[in-house]
């Protein structure tokens, strides 16, 4: 006797309370009414209930259990950019990109401003903002799904870390700051796994600039094949405030006098650890070098934005410097409609550092490339054992 759910009770003639269908399979008679094919049909589809009814829940557990959210805050000295996806960890495979949202929080120009190397508990507001306006865009409380969160170059420099850290704790994220090193590292692999155009190259003449808000990293492999990273010290926004202030520069753009004495200052600057990191120019000697940009500034700002199209040279980036020469913000909201205003003000500044980072390191043409730490993190989870606070 065979004792199974009654699922089919409308279909069926029996009382009304009855709790189950009742098949007895041993007898050549039965006790449902009706024509012999239909008592056989009902009799198959109680078996197969019956036997395909622990597989399917099976089934739906294993899918919950491979099939997850994943959320990853890039809190940057500019900006606090995101990716989401839904991520297949059994598969390893990602099964949908759920959104980007970038909010701008000028972390780096709080650091700028501190008398005292703590940031301001308004700049901490701003940024638990951004935090949670991101959360919103994505409909996630970060208790449910999985976040993961970053911070880079505006965090190492800071001493009131830890209160920091503490805050964004309470919002649902556990933020690692990563070392320079690491940030490089990353955002080494996120070039080399972003595209096969990269994947394609030999890694040995690989390199991959990241110019963020706080610092630049430029990585590659060394002589041993294992990754070495520039380790740049200005950034968009400490390296403006530095040439402002050297300058005595109060308006968005240089003249042609002065963008030609920052180039002069910073080339300056950046030799004096050249020195020690000759691997990149040999590296840039070879015809076969590929100079790969990643990051917001290089592949949205100047690739997109302002137009400079995936392949930047020094002549490029040359002509936009002066194009900029004895204009205010109000014409580049004209002439480069998509440009943030949040970029704007920094924007020929920031290729100025560019340059200068070319020209220190003969690096002839940059590839830009859409490839960002947080997607790299979002797919590997790369940060979560490798990473530390330092």
Not at 18 to 36: E, K, T, V, W, Y
Not at 131 to 138: A, C, P, S
Not at 194 to 217: H, I, K, M, R
Not at 251 to 269: D, H, K, W
């Amino acid at each position: 006797m065979l004792y199974l759910p009654l699922l089919l009770d409308d279909a069926i003639n029996l009382p009304n309370n009855a709790p189950f269908c009742i098949l007895d399979l041993s007898q050549s008679h039965n006790h449902i009414s009706g024509s012999s094919l239909l008592v056989n049909f009902l009799k198959l589809l109680c078996i197969c209930f019956f036997i395909m009814w622990p597989i399917f829940n099976l089934s739906y557990a294993e899918q919950d259990y491979c099939v997850e959210n994943r959320y990853v805050f890039d809190i940057g000295s500019g900006a606090t950019k995101s990716v989401g996806i839904k991520f297949d960890k059994c598969a390893n495979s990602v099964l949908n990109v759920l959104g980007q949202k970038d909010i701008h929080v000028k972390y780096q120009d709080c650091v700028n401003e501190s008398k005292n190397g703590n940031i301001s508990d308004q700049c901490i507001a701003e940024g638990i903002k951004a935090i949670e306006q991101i959360k919103e865009y994505y409909g996630t409380d970060c208790y449910h799904d999985k976040c993961y969160g970053v911070a880079t170059a505006w965090a190492r420099r800071i001493k009131n870390r830890s209160a920091i850290l503490d805050n964004f704790k309470v919002h649902g994220l556990n933020i690692k700051v990563l070392s320079q090193y690491d940030e490089g590292k990353i955002g080494y692999e996120a070039a080399i796994n972003a595209t096969s155009f990269v994947s394609n190259l030999s890694p040995e003449y690989v390199l991959v600039l990241d110019v963020g808000g706080g610092s630049f990293q430029i990585s590659g492999k060394d002589k041993d094949m294992k990754i070495a990273v520039y380790h740049g010290k200005y950034g968009v926004f400490n390296y403006a405030n530095y040439i402002r202030k050297r300058l005595n520069i109060h308006t968005a753009y240089l003249t042609q006098y002065q963008y030609l004495e920052a180039v002069r200052i910073t080339a300056s600057l950046l030799k004096k650890d050249v020195g020690h990191f000759r691997w990149i120019s040999d590296k840039n000697n070879n015809r076969a070098a590929k100079i790969i940009g990643i990051g917001s500034l290089l592949n949205l700002g100047l690739s997109k934005q302002i137009g400079l199209g995936p392949s930047i040279s020094k002549d490029k980036l040359i002509a936009a410097i002066s194009e900029f020469t004895g204009h205010n913000i109000e014409w580049t909201g004209k002439r480069f409609p998509r440009l943030p205003k949040e970029v704007a003000y920094n924007i020929q500044i920031a290729m100025i550092l560019i340059y200068s980072i070319m020209d220190t390191f003969n690096i002839k043409e940059i590839y830009t490339i859409d490839a960002s730490i947080a997607s790299y993190i979002a797919t590997t989870q790369e940060h979560k054992d490798e990473h530390d606070q330092t």
